[in-house]
């Protein structure tokens, strides 16, 4: 079992940069992939970006292509979501999730077993 707690959300600024950290306990993420999905306001949750073990893959959704970036540090037990250029659209809450298998961004939610309880990120215009 693995427990999540995502960070570093807020409310900024259409057009700045914000970067969303997943910290994981209970079990090494060396031996999970991850994925990082959001829920918009009134809106389904949908997926964002997801990364294997090793870092040698990584899958995102159109939307943020070029503009946000998933890493993870192994050693450090988190894996990160730098935003770029953020805009109105981006605002949801971002959840970070973990599985033993890696799923590319055809993914639903109901594929993904571990989930984080969720940071706010609100843009404005």
């Known amino acids: 079992q693995v427990q999540l707690v995502e960070s570093g959300g807020g409310l900024v600024q259409a057009g700045v940069s914000l970067t969303l950290s997943c910290a994981a306990s209970g079990r090494a993420i060396s031996g999970l992939s991850m994925a990082w999905f959001r829920q918009p306001p009134g809106k389904e949750r949908e997926f964002v970006v997801s990364i294997s073990r090793s870092s040698s893959t990584t899958s995102y959704a159109d939307s943020v292509k070029g503009r946000f970036t998933i890493s993870r540090d192994n050693a450090k037990n988190t894996v990160y979501l730098q935003m770029n250029s953020l805009k109105p659209e981006d605002t949801a809450i971002y959840y970070c999730?973990?599985?033993?298998?890696?799923?590319?961004?055809?993914?639903?939610?109901?594929?993904?077993?571990?989930w984080g309880q969720g940071t706010q990120v609100t843009v404005s215009s």
């Open positions: 999730a973990a599985d033993r298998i890696f799923y590319n961004s055809g993914s639903s939610d109901g594929s993904w077993r571990y």
